[in-house]
């Protein structure tokens, strides 16, 4: 248990080195040796828990996602127990939540929105914000509804770029940013609502 516990502290003490390295100097000009002097550990160590810098970038962003994910279902646990039930608000209560963590977590974001990453990693991180998109709209959408593949690619694309902006602005104007830019989103409704309002009655 003592092995368990010094190995998870060993691990967590490499992560906050090598996030205040990246931040410092960069991914592309980080070295080992820089992450393992700040952690006040050994090369052989940062081995055993990670295959090198770019695994170190990997574990950071993913509990940078977590944390992202814990936000949005607390901002939409919030929206609903305050009466909303508006699939599409909810979602966008979710993408504030998300924008609003990017800017609590202006330095952190940062390392990843920044160009300064892994072979691959812009790639990746367009795909995972659209997954993130897509596992909200699919946390609303009623079975029997369709998939609205133009409105995924539209918030996601918008959410990339929201993020690149709002964590180089002070953080009044980048709440303010992230105020408009979800109001402008949320007027998006799914097609087949667009079309089930504009169809006409029956008289």
């Keep these: ?3 368990s516990h010094r190995g998870a502290a060993t691990r967590s003490a490499l992560l906050s080195a090598a996030a205040h390295v990246f ?4 991914f592309a000009k980080a070295g080992v040796s820089e992450v393992v002097a700040e ?4 090369v052989g160590s940062l081995y055993h828990h990670f295959s090198g810098k770019a695994d170190l970038y990997m ?5 940078f996602q977590q944390r992202q994910q814990d936000r949005t279902h607390r901002a939409v646990g919030d929206a609903r127990a305050a009466g909303e039930t508006d699939p599409t608000r909810l979602m966008y209560a979710a993408a504030r939540a998300y924008l609003e963590g990017c800017i609590e977590e202006r330095e952190t974001t940062l390392l ?13 991180l367009r795909t995972r914000l ?3 998109t897509d596992r909200n709209v699919a946390l609303f959408r009623k079975a029997d509804e369709p998939v609205d593949e133009a409105l995924l690619m539209v918030v996601s694309g918008a959410m990339l770029v929201a993020v690149a902006e709002v964590i180089r602005r002070d953080d009044a104007d980048a709440r303010r940013l992230a105020d408009d830019i979800t109001a402008l989103l949320s007027r998006l409704e799914p097609r087949h609502v667009a079309e089930r309002r504009t169809a006409p009655r029956d008289e």
């Design 59 to 63: 574990a950071l962003y993913e509990e």
């Design 39 to 42: 952690a006040g550990a050994s």
């Design 112 to 124: 990843f929105f920044s160009g300064d990453g892994p072979p691959g990693f812009d790639s990746q």
């Design 1 to 3: 248990m003592r092995v």
């Design 23 to 26: 931040r410092t100097v960069g």
């Design 130 to 132: 659209r997954e993130w």
